[in-house]
């Protein structure tokens, strides 16, 4: 991420699966700036934060379903620091190979394909509105959401490097 990239969207409670067998899913922040979509899934942010935030989000998503929110106490620099951890995901827009919305009857879902280098891979991020904590942290409820903004936004981003 360069310095002179904003935040353009930055969506907490993702919920992201790899499409493959055996996969472990994650629980993370997800983010579109104006070159790179991230996933943040190990921060350097306080739960207190995390919880008030999440809260929030859920009651704006609820008043608007349009995904290209942004999340007040979280910039750039901090997403930046995130970022130094491997374990988080950072994808230049133009290595997007395909990129769609679905509807299920259980909540919205993003579905991905990533040109990462050797191989690609297939992601389906959706957000999720609340969790059961034990045994493991697994997603209870989803949301259904408006993708279609995001989308568009990766798309058009994709012409325009193009």
Do not use: C
Not at 45 to 70: C, D, E, F, P, Y
Not at 94 to 99: A, G, N, T, V, Y
Not at 101 to 114: D, M, T
């Amino acid at each position: 991420m360069d310095l002179s990239e904003h935040i353009q969207a930055h969506l907490l409670s993702v919920w992201r699966e790899e499409k493959k067998l055996f996969s472990r899913a994650r629980e993370g922040m997800l983010f579109l700036t104006e070159r790179h979509l991230m996933f943040v899934s190990k921060t350097d942010a306080k739960m207190k934060w995390w919880g008030a935030t999440t809260q929030r989000q859920v009651l704006t998503l609820m008043k608007s379903k349009n995904t290209m929110i942004h999340q007040d106490g979280y910039d750039e620099h901090r997403l930046i620091q995130d970022l130094e951890n491997k374990k988080n995901m950072e994808v230049s827009l133009d290595r997007i190979l395909d990129i769609g919305s679905e509807e299920k009857s259980w909540g919205s879902v993003l579905k991905l394909e990533i040109n990462m280098g050797e191989a690609t891979k297939k992601y389906q991020f959706s957000i999720v509105q609340d969790w059961v904590k034990y045994p493991i942290k697994d997603p209870t409820k989803y949301m259904k959401v408006d993708w279609s903004p995001f989308v568009d936004y990766i798309k058009d981003r994709q012409k325009a490097m193009r």
